[in-house]
C-alpha cells in the first residue's frame, strides 16, 4: 500500500535567536518550575487578592530565597504569584466579559503589514507570528482582543466596566505598571511576561497563554494535578498491583511479561487512558475504577509487545542502557512474551465492567490500531531492506502509522471507555496525529543531539531531518546527501551533522515539530467539553515540557548559564 501524503504544516518564518532579558529564568525548564512553585506557595498561604506589588515582592522574595532562585527573579515571581492568587477568579467569569491584550511586538516588525489604528494593530493575518492564532482563537471564544500595549488604554478600558478580567502579555516593566491600575479596580488579570524587554520582535511562553486563556471554571478538570495523576497510573505496574489486577504469575512466560510490564518506561499511554476518560467524568477527581486501571494496562501491554518486537526487527541489543529482552533470554522467548503481552491486552479489554457496546468498540479500536502500528514499522523495514530517500511527506506519513497510533489508541480507549460519542473520538483522532508526529519529531531531534554529542554518525532511517536535508540540498550536494543516508557513503561523523546543520534540516525539522504542536491546538478549538478541552490542551504541554527538559541540549545549557552570570554581574 502506498504511503498516504498529507502536506506539510504552514511554518512561520524563523525568528532570530535572541537572549532572554536577564530578570527572566533563562531556560523553558527553569520557568515551568519557577511557576510551578508559584501555583504550590499560592495555594499553601492565605493570602486574598488584590496585594499591593511591593507585598506580593515581599512574598515573591521568601518564595526565591526557599527554593533556591536568584533574587534577580523576584519580579517575575511576584507576577507568577499574583497569576495563582487570581486564577479562580478569571476561570469563573465568562470570555465574553474578558480582555486578552497582546503586545504589538510580538509581531515580526520587518515584514509586518498590519495597520494601527487609535486602540492599536488590525491584524492582517499573513501567518507570520502567533499573533493572528491567538486574537482567532480568543474571539472566536467571546473575548474582546487588543494588540496594543500601554497603561493609560488599559485603564480606559477597565473604567467603562465593559471588562471583568484581562489576561495580558508585556514585558515586566509595562506589567508592573499596570497592576497599579488593576490592583485599583480589583480586576482578576493573569500576566505573561515577553522573553525580550526591548520591543522589537519579541518571544513568549505560547503555553502560558493558551493556558490562561482557556481557563474557565466550566473545567472540572482544571484543578486536577496531572503529575499526580500520572505518579498513580505508574503505580498501576508494581509487582503487586499487577498480580492484583492480572492475576498471579504462574508460568514462565508470564513471569516474564509481569517483569518487562514493571520496567520503568514514561508511562504516557496509559496516562492518557486515564486522563481522557476522568475528563469524561461528572467528577474528574473520583477514585479511579479497576475497569480503567485494566484498559490502562492493557495499552501498556500494547506498547510493551511492540518494543520487544522492534528490538528484534531492528537488531538492538540495548535500550535506554539496559539490555534488551532478546539478547537477555533469546529471540524466541521474547517473541512469545511479545505475543503473550498481546493477547494480555485484548484479555483486559475483553473482561472490563462495561456496557457490551462499549468492550466490542475498544476491542475493534485496539485491533484497527495494531494493524496501522504494524503498517508504520512495515514501512521502516521496508526502507531497512532497501534504503532509498524519501520526501519529507513520506516520512511524515510515516509517522502518523508508526507513533500517532499509539496515541490515539490510548486516547480513544480511554474514552470508548467512558462511553464518549462519536464526535469526540473524531477530535481525537485529529488531536493523536498532530502529537504523534509533534512527538516523533522531537524524539528524532533528540537522538540526533545525543549522537552528535556522542560524536557518532546519526542513525540510517527515515527521519525527518535527513528528508528536509536532501530537499534543501544543491545538485552535487543533494547526491552526497543521499548516499549518506541511504549507506552507500561513508564520511567522519562530525562532517555528516556539520552538512546537516548547514542544509539548515535541524532549524526547519525543529520548526515543523512546533507547527504539529499547534495543529494539535488547534484541533480542540470547537470542542464543547470544557473538562476534555482544558485537560488535552495542559496534556500536551506536560508531555512536551518534560521532553524538552530530558533531551536539552548541554551546549544550549552552558551558553544559557554563560548568559545568566552577564546577567547577573549587570544586575549587581
Excluded at 515581599?58 to 492568587?85: Q, S, T
Excluded at 503589514?113 to 472566536?140: H, N, W, Y
Excluded at 497510533?405 to 464526535?423: D, K, N, S, T, Y
Amino acid at each position: 500500500m502506498p504511503l498516504p501524503i498529507v502536506p506539510l504544516p504552514k511554518v512561520m518564518p524563523p525568528r532570530p535567536e535572541r537572549p532572554v532579558q536577564s530578570n527572566i529564568p533563562q531556560t523553558r525548564e527553569e520557568r515551568e518550575k519557577l511557576r510551578s512553585l508559584a501555583k504550590r506557595f499560592a495555594a499553601e498561604t492565605d493570602l486574598v487578592p488584590p496585594l499591593p506589588m511591593d507585598e506580593l515582592q515581599a512574598e515573591a522574595r521568601v518564595l526565591c530565597e526557599r527554593n533556591g532562585f536568584d533574587p534577580v527573579y523576584d519580579e517575575v515571581a511576584a507576577l507568577l504569584i499574583n497569576n495563582e492568587l487570581w486564577r479562580e477568579e478569571l476561570a469563573r467569569v465568562p470570555y465574553e466579559r474578558r480582555l486578552l491584550l497582546l503586545p504589538k511586538c510580538m509581531r515580526v516588525e520587518e515584514h509586518c503589514p498590519a495597520p494601527f489604528d487609535e486602540l492599536g494593530l488590525l491584524c492582517k493575518k499573513c501567518g507570520m507570528c502567533s499573533i493572528e492564532d491567538l486574537q482567532e482563537e480568543a474571539e472566536r471564544m467571546g473575548y474582546a482582543v487588543l494588540v496594543a500595549e500601554g497603561s493609560p488604554l488599559v485603564m480606559a478600558i477597565i473604567e467603562t466596566g465593559q471588562i471583568d478580567a484581562i489576561v495580558g502579555v508585556s514585558c515586566l516593566n509595562v506589567l508592573e505598571r499596570v497592576y497599579t491600575y488593576m490592583e485599583a479596580a480589583a480586576i482578576p488579570g493573569i500576566a505573561i511576561p515577553l522573553l525580550q524587554d526591548d520591543c522589537l520582535d519579541t518571544n513568549v511562553d505560547l503555553d502560558w497563554i493558551w493556558d490562561s486563556v482557556h481557563l474557565t471554571s466550566d473545567d472540572k478538570t482544571r484543578r486536577l494535578d496531572l503529575g499526580a495523576l500520572r505518579d498513580e497510573v505508574r503505580t498501576f505496574f508494581d509487582e503487586l498491583a499487577l498480580k492484583e489486577l492480572l492475576g498471579e504469575p504462574e508460568s514462565e512466560t508470564e513471569k516474564l511479561g509481569y517483569a518487562y510490564l514493571a520496567e520503568a518506561g514514561k508511562r504516557w499511554r496509559p496516562f492518557l487512558t486515564v486522563a481522557i476518560h476522568q475528563a469524561l467524568q461528572d467528577q474528574p477527581d473520583l477514585e479511579l475504577s479497576d475497569d480503567i486501571k485494566k484498559v490502562a494496562i492493557a495499552v501498556e501491554c500494547f506498547h510493551k509487545a511492540s518494543l520487544i518486537h522492534d528490538d528484534i526487527e531492528d537488531g538492538d541489543a540495548t535500550r535506554d542502557g539496559a539490555e534488551t529482552l532478546h539478547a537477555k533470554e533469546g529471540v524466541p522467548v521474547a517473541l512469545n512474551v511479545g505475543d503473550y503481552l498481546l493477547g494480555e491486552g485484548y484479555r483486559l479489554l475483553a473482561e472490563t465492567d462495561v456496557p457490551a457496546e462499549r468492550r466490542v468498540e475498544m476491542m475493534r479500536l485496539a485491533a484497527l490500531g495494531h494493524r496501522t502500528l504494524c503498517l508504520g514499522q512495515g514501512d521502516d523495514l521496508a526502507f531497512a531492506h532497501q534504503p532509498k530517500p524519501l520526501r519529507a511527506t513520506e516520512v511524515v506519513s510515516i509517522f502518523r502509522r508508526k507513533t500517532a497510533p499509539a496515541f490515539e489508541i490510548a486516547l480513544r480507549l480511554g474514552a470508548a471507555c467512558a462511553g464518549a460519542p462519536e464526535a469526540l473520538h473524531e477530535t481525537l483522532s485529529t488531536y493523536s496525529d498532530a502529537l504523534g508526529v509533534a512527538y516523533q519529531i522531537r524524539d528524532d531531534l533528540g537522538e540526533l543531539r545525543e549522537a552528535r554529542e556522542a560524536g557518532e554518525a546519526p542513525e540510517l532511517r527515515p527521519t525527518l531531518v535527513w528528508a528536509l536535508a536532501r530537499e534543501a540540498a544543491k545538485k552535487a550536494e543533494k547526491k552526497r546527501v543521499t548516499e549518506l543516508w541511504t549507506g552507500e557513503r561513508q564520511e567522519p561523523a562530525e562532517d555528516i551533522h556539520r552538512l546537516l546543520v548547514d542544509l539548515g534540516a535541524e532549524k526547519r525539522a525543529d520548526e515543523l515539530r512546533q507547527a504539529y504542536e499547534d495543529e494539535a491546538i488547534r484541533s480542540l478549538r470547537l470542542l464543547e467539553n470544557a473538562n476534555v478541552k482544558g485537560l488535552l490542551r495542559r496534556v500536551l504541554g506536560k508531555i512536551f515540557d518534560e521532553l524538552q527538559i530530558e533531551g536539552w541540549c548541554s551546549e544550549h545549557e552552558a551558553r544559557n548559564a554563560a548568559g545568566r552570570q552577564v546577567g547577573a554581574a549587570a544586575a549587581g
